[in-house]
């Protein structure tokens, strides 16, 4: 059975860091597009950031404050966050898509964790 699990959120003041980690398990998903996505209360699913085979791709909105990495040996996948604002605060979801390509749509990807609340204080 696939499982992804998130962690690594909570609370913290505009401006803090927190780092997010997803721990995947039931196959391996080296190959496989590795995505964070957020929603805020109200709003759609939004991309944030993907990873692929060394190649990043990230949200306009992050770019510059968010890091994505994977570490293939233990099956995770994590996202640095920096400079964070208050307009960051959502559930955070990962998910993997064994498509080719780095998709900002969500409906392309395969597996998705149950999220992680990140709350960003003014």
């Known amino acids: 059975q696939v499982q992804l699990v998130e962690s690594g959120g909570g609370l913290v003041q505009a401006g803090g860091s927190l780092r997010l980690s997803c721990s995947a398990s039931g196959r391996t998903f080296s190959t496989d597009v590795g995505g964070w996505f957020r929603r805020a209360p109200g709003k759609e699913r939004e991309f944030v950031a993907a990873?692929?085979?060394?190649?990043?791709s990230y949200a306009d909105s992050v770019k510059g404050r968010f890091s994505i990495s994977r570490d293939n040996a233990k099956n995770t996948v994590s996202l640095q966050m920096n400079s964070l604002k208050p307009e960051d605060t959502a559930v955070y979801y990962c998910?993997?898509?064994?498509?080719?390509?780095?998709?900002?749509?969500?409906?392309?990807?395969?597996?998705w964790g149950q999220g992680t609340q990140v709350t960003v204080s003014s």
């Open positions: 990873i692929r085979s060394g190649f990043t």
């Open positions: 998910g993997t898509s064994r498509g080719l390509i780095m998709s900002r749509d969500p409906r392309q990807y395969d597996y």
